[in-house]
């Protein structure tokens, strides 16, 4: 089990102004800093599932399990 300890760091990036505005229409997330947690939240998922990608097909589900 993974335990992370949170750091909040303060930090300037530049950001394709263009990206960040349909990304706040499509969620309708108002504030730079929700928009870019949110994004890396989704980046971390979608790097996770990639890990997991490996046992596709590998790994055999007792079906009664889910029941």
């Not at 309708?28 to 800093?33: F, N």
């Not at 939240?41 to 996770?48: A, C, S």
């Amino acid at each position: 089990m993974f335990t992370y300890k949170f750091i909040h760091i303060r930090t300037n990036i530049d950001i394709d102004d263009m990206l960040l505005a349909k990304a706040q229409q499509l969620t309708k997330i108002r504030t730079k800093k929700a928009i870019v947690e949110k994004a890396l939240r989704l980046l971390v998922q979608l790097e996770g599932q990639k890990e997991l990608s490996v046992y596709w097909g590998k790994i055999q589900l007792d079906e009664k399990a889910f029941e």
